[in-house]
Nanobody, 123 residues
């Protein structure tokens, strides 16, 4: 049974930082891409970043480039999203997800999802 468990969300002031974690279990993810998505109230669930479990290739949505960094620790089966220079528009529920489609950047292509963690950035 695949489980993705996010943690690390919270309330932070604009300009601050948070690090989200996603603990993955239940299968071998070596052939998977791991992604972070976010969903603000009344909006779609949007792609933020993804990383290949093997090789570590990354991709980011334009609005977070230079501020967010996705990484993984294969020994701990954990994916991270380091978020710096946070802005109020980054406020959303952040979800971790997994897919075998390595180039995927849409939520429809991701097979497994975590429960989400709330990130709130105050101005």
């Amino acid at each position: 049974q695949v489980q993705l468990v996010e943690s690390g969300g919270g309330l932070v002031q604009a300009g601050g930082s948070l690090r989200l974690s996603c603990a993955a279990s239940g299968r071998t993810f070596s052939s998977y891409a791991m992604g972070w998505f976010r969903q603000a109230p009344g909006k779609e669930r949007d792609f933020v970043a993804r990383i290949w479990w093997s090789g570590g290739s990354t991709r980011y949505t334009d609005s977070v480039k230079g501020r967010f960094t996705i990484s993984r620790d294969t020994a701990k089966n954990t994916v991270y999203l380091q978020m710096n220079s946070l802005k109020p528009e980054d406020t959303a529920v952040y979800y971790c997800a997994a897919t075998r489609r390595l180039m995927a950047t849409t939520r429809y292509d991701y097979e497994y999802w975590g429960q989400g963690t709330q990130v709130t950035v105050s101005s």
